[in-house]
């Protein structure tokens, strides 16, 4: 059993706190924000992610989990110090790391004999290096500590499974000390025979973002392609299906739509590209793929315009608004691009989302919300899937198309069949999916 704390109780902060409280470990989950910090004793959690609740209540109750908004008492009374506060972009692109050394400090002025101080967060390479100078900077006292890297790969949505089950577990250390200790914590996933890559704090590092930055190209990549399959005819889901099945490329992360969106991939890749530049490397793929990610959201807004025939005066129903099904974050969500956007080119929006109003409003206030995605569909002139929720899948399209004012369906999520939907007389626009008749206007234009 350790005594551990993690310090950030957010998406990734208390799905680790919890889990590696599950695992037998006492968690004292940390965070600066005293409201969340009571919501979180009341076993209010402050986000949606499925499984979680149930996790936390079962630690609570065992006493292996609680919560504090005090950071040195917490530090003073675990040996190991997780950090798993936001990193998010700042205005350059780069990864704004001002919490993480905020943190950095306040662990050196707390501690009371070794420590470990485990990066969890999402941080350019040299971070490692440049937290451990932090704290031997503030020290006070001459306590020994480590520094390691433990990046995070789970996805909201299916976090705790993806926390207790993960693909592998990298563990970055600089000292036998610091690798001997953090295998033992990971220890229980042993069982499910999870690899583990031990490596430097520095290499860790860059798997992460080498991870992000790779699954967000094979979006673009699959993006790309959908726009190709529009001009000459061709099929997008069958593109990806045929090259999904050789084991080389995989099926994982070859579903068109309107863009990659949410709290890793957009900053990370930007954050990526510009701490390699720093370094004198120019990652030109990486580069492509957020200009490719940009770009879809313009190809997204031309298609509704075209098929609507204009967009001002028009009223979109929007379906969907977390950036992915099964979470309500809403950070850098397509949902709300294209929502800003149709706004701005005088459209008006009504949107649903299962979980992620709230946020949604907070984010993009003004947003007009509906109850249900019937009743957003009422006299607009289109419904857009942005977000594939596993109740958009079977929506009663006899209904909608009685309530919509004019027939259209956008698909974002390439969700539905086209001949379906086209033979109860809606005009339905897929991503990279042939036209009407299996031409395309690059086709047509070909044999004319
Ligand atoms: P988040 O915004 O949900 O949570 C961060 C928490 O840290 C907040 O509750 C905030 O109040 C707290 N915090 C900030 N400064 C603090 C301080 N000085 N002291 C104490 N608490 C402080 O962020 P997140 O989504 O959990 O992401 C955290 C890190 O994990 C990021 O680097 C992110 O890139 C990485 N990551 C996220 C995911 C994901 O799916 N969300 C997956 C893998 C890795």
């Known amino acids: 059993m350790y005594r551990i704390s993690v310090i950030g109780s957010g998406y990734v902060g208390l799905v680790s706190g919890a889990c590696l409280a599950d695992f037998g470990n006492e968690v004292i989950c940390v965070d600066k924000d005293k409201e969340k910090v009571e919501r979180l004793g009341r076993l209010d959690i402050p986000f949606y992610e499925p499984g979680l609740v149930e996790v936390v209540e079962r ?9 504090s908004d005090n950071l040195p008492e917490s530090v003073e009374r675990t040996p190991i110090v997780f950090i798993a506060v936001g990193t998010p972009s700042g205005p350059d692109g780069a990864a704004d790391l001002n919490a993480v050394f905020d943190v950095a400090r306040e662990i050196a002025l707390s501690m009371q004999g ?3 101080v485990v990066q969890k967060s999402t941080v350019p390479v040299g971070t490692g290096r440049r937290v451990r100078e932090t704290i031997a900077k503030h020290l006070k006292g001459d306590h020994p500590f480590d520094v390691a890297s433990n990046p995070e790969f789970l996805r909201e949505g299916s976090a705790v499974q993806d926390f207790t089950h993960p693909n592998r577990v990298v563990i970055g250390t600089w000292t036998t000390r610091a690798a001997s200790i953090l295998s033992d914590i990971y220890s229980p996933l042993y069982l499910n025979e999870t690899p583990m890559v031990k490596t430097t704090v520095e290499t860790a590092e860059l798997i992460k973002y080498a991870s992000n930055a ?4 094979k979006i673009s990549f699959i993006n790309e392609m959908a726009a190709l399959c529009e001009a000459v005819g061709a099929d997008v889901q069958v ?3 045929g090259m999904g099945l050789d084991g080389r490329i995989g099926d994982k992360f070859l579903h068109p739509g309107p863009g990659y969106g949410g709290s890793c991939f957009p900053k990370d890749t930007r954050a990526l590209v510009g701490f390699a530049a720093a370094a004198g490397v120019d990652l030109r793929i990486v580069r492509a793929t957020i200009e490719t990610n940009e770009r879809q959201i313009d190809h997204m807004l031309d298609r509704c315009e075209q098929v609507m025939g204009g967009l001002a005066g028009k009223t979109v129903a929007l379906l969907g608004l ?5 979470t309500d974050d809403v950070r850098e969500a397509p ?3 294209i929502a800003r956007r149709l706004l701005a080119a005088g459209a008006q929006v009504r949107a649903f989302d299962p979980v992620a109003m709230p946020n949604a409003a907070r984010a993009l206030p003004g947003l007009k919300l509906g109850t249900s995605a019937y009743e957003i569909c009422e006299g607009a ?4 899937i942005v977000t594939e929720w596993n109740e958009f899948r079977r929506l009663d399209l006899e209904r909608i198309k009685g309530l919509l004012k004019t027939p259209v369906l956008i698909d974002m999520k390439n969700v539905y069949s086209p001949e379906r939907v086209r033979a109860l007389g809606f005009r339905y626009v897929g991503v990279g999916r042939p036209h009407p008749a299996g031409s395309s206007p690059a086709v047509a234009r070909a044999a004319e």
Request: proline share 3%; glycine share 0%.
């Open 59 to 67: 630690n609570v109750h065992e006493r292996r989990l609680s919560f």
């Open 114 to 116: 070794y420590r470990l």
């Open 214 to 217: 790779f699954l967000a190209t």
């Open 239 to 241: 593109v990806a299906r």
């Open 322 to 326: 977390s950036f992915k099904p099964n």
């Open 335 to 337: 949902s709300l691009k």
């Open 381 to 384: 002139d289109a419904l857009a």
